[in-house]
């Protein structure tokens, strides 16, 4: 009998359990390192936050990281669509290194104007409280506030990836390499500690990234600082937090005792 393909339904069903053990392994390991392993020796690299993480945070960050993962899982489901009906312009073969680095860059820049237009929307006042505040209830921010967030919000970040498959010849190394550097990103955003040193803000290019301190902010004061993977955005329509370079420094110089 000829072999044929398993279900969608077992393909992502076995996805979103690979996408939730295996970020959840990572988010678990740098919390457990960061945030209990040795708390002392890490004492002068902790962000304060205007509120204590705690039990009840944790439980609900789990809960709509658990939403993420399925949001994530749906849109996995819609590409497979677009590649098994030949609706797909992904490059499914192995491509030279340059253009897996060209499109990896492409789409990190595309993603953090992306990331920074629906991030600002979801902050109008009159859209707030019913998609962003999911995320902006932990304000002590940790490894396991990075992936929490409403559903409607994490459709629409991600949302993009189905034209780009179905349009763009996009390799297939690209998406995962991106995803990476994306979980990666989230994770150092939302770390609680800072950890990059203090000459980065004195580097041409290098001063543009985000940082834990950067996004830190951004739970604290909500008004600014929006960006994923730059400060390009928020300092070309001046929405940057006034003051983050000197709050970046003062960890490094242990004057961190409370929030900027
Ligand atoms: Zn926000
Ligand atoms: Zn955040």
């Known amino acids: 009998m000829a072999d044929s393909p398993p279900p969608l339904a077992w393909v992502l069903l076995h996805n979103l359990l690979v996408q939730a053990v295996a970020c959840l392994a ?57 590649l098994q009906s030949g609706r797909s312009a992904l490059v499914m073969e192995p491509v030279p290194a340059w253009a897996v680095a060209g499109w990896t860059l492409g ?5 953090d104007a992306w990331f920074y237009g629906w991030h600002r929307l979801l902050h109008h006042p009159r859209l707030f409280r019913y998609v962003h505040a ?19 919000e994490s459709f629409l970040l991600g949302i993009w990836i ?26 150092m955003a939302h770390l609680g500690y800072e950890f990059l040193p203090r000459w980065l803000v004195r580097v041409p ?27 390009l955005w928020d300092r070309l329509f001046g929405t940057e937090v006034p003051g983050y370079e000197e ?10 005792r409370r929030y900027p």
Do not use: C
């Open 26 to 82: 990572l988010v678990g390991t740098v919390f457990l390192l960061v945030w209990r392993w040795d708390r002392e020796r890490f004492r002068g690299h902790r962000i304060p936050a205007p509120a204590r993480f705690g039990r009840e945070q944790l439980g609900r960050e789990l809960r709509y990281t658990l939403v993420t993962f399925v949001v994530g899982t749906s849109s996995a489901g819609g590409v497979m669509w677009l």
């Open 107 to 111: 789409l990190v820049a595309f993603n």
């Open 162 to 187: 189905l034209p780009a498959a179905a349009w763009l010849p996009l390799p297939l190394a690209a998406i995962g390499v991106v995803q990476l550097i994306g979980l990666g990103n989230n994770v």
């Open 134 to 152: 999911v995320h902006h209830k932990s304000v002590d921010v940790n490894p396991f506030s990075s992936y929490a967030f409403h559903g409607v």
């Open 247 to 256: 709050a970046f420094l003062q960890r490094a110089e242990g004057k961190y």
């Open 205 to 231: 290019v290098l001063r543009w990234t985000n940082t834990a301190t950067f996004h830190s902010l951004h739970h604290t004061r909500l008004n600014g600082n929006y960006g994923l993977h730059s400060r």
